[in-house]
């Protein structure tokens, strides 16, 4: 069974930093393209980032780009994000998803929620 | 970035009655090179994450039950509850992966009349 398990989230300070990671399982982790998808409470879905199956390539959306860095060690089966400079608008529940190259994001965590405030 | 605007914002149909969301994309989301639309449609329900419905704007995920079909090409998409059942109340995203940053729509929130 496919299981993504998020953790790290945590109530910081603006300006601060934290690392998120998804731990997945059930699956051949460093065949797949990852992804990290933020949900402000209340909101819509707002793409974050992307890695590569090997790591080798990353994509960030504008809002987070110089301030966020997403990582993998296939060795651990384990997806990272690396947070910092953090605001008050990076609120927000984050989920790892999988992104099946035959489909799109098949598989989802059930989220870390991030609080950003003073 | 793709802008994808879905309408109605949220809509209310009695059970065993149809339900249709609009997706609408600032630019085409058919890639040329192989044919294919790179539209998504996504359910999500209280306290739980978004669970992916369709892929290719048309092609439901196994396990997905046959009264959710997605239709359209280039720019304007639909998804279709055929007979709303009860667990279907949720609210529903499109997302365009076309090009990045992949991009979402707002929601529709269907509930029952």
């Known amino acids: 069974e496919v299981q993504l398990v998020e953790s790290g989230g945590d109530l910081v300070q603006p300006g601060g930093s934290l690392r998120l990671s998804c731990a997945a399982s059930g699956f051949t982790f460093s065949n797949y393209w990852m992804n990290w998808v933020r949900q402000a409470p209340g909101k819509g879905l707002v793409w974050v980032s992307r890695?590569?199956?090997?790591?080798?390539?990353?994509t960030y959306a504008d809002s987070v780009k110089g301030r966020f860095t997403i990582s993998r060690d296939n060795a651990k089966n384990t997806l990272y994000l690396q947070m910092n400079g953090l605001r008050a608008e990076d609120t927000a529940l984050y989920y790892c998803a999988r992104y099946a190259g035959s489909s799109d994001l098949d598989y989802w965590g059930q989220g870390t929620l991030v609080t950003v405030s003073s | 970035d793709i802008v994808m605007t879905q309408s109605p914002d949220s809509l209310a149909v009695s059970l065993g009655e149809r339900a249709t969301i609009n997706c609408k994309s600032s630019q085409s989301v058919l890639r040329s090179s192989n044919n294919k639309n790179y539209l998504a449609w996504y359910q999500q329900k209280p306290g739980q994450p978004p669970k992916l419905l369709i892929s290719?704007?048309?092609t439901r995920e196994s396990g997905v039950p046959d009264r959710f079909s997605g239709s359209g090409s280039g720019t304007d998409f639909t998804l279709t509850i055929s007979t709303l059942r009860a667990e279907d109340v949720a609210v529903y995203y499109c997302q365009q992966y076309e090009t990045t940053p992949r991009t979402f729509g707002q929601g529709t929130k269907v509930e029952t009349k």
């Open positions: 890695i590569n199956n090997d790591g080798g390539s990353t």
């Open positions: 290719w704007a048309s």
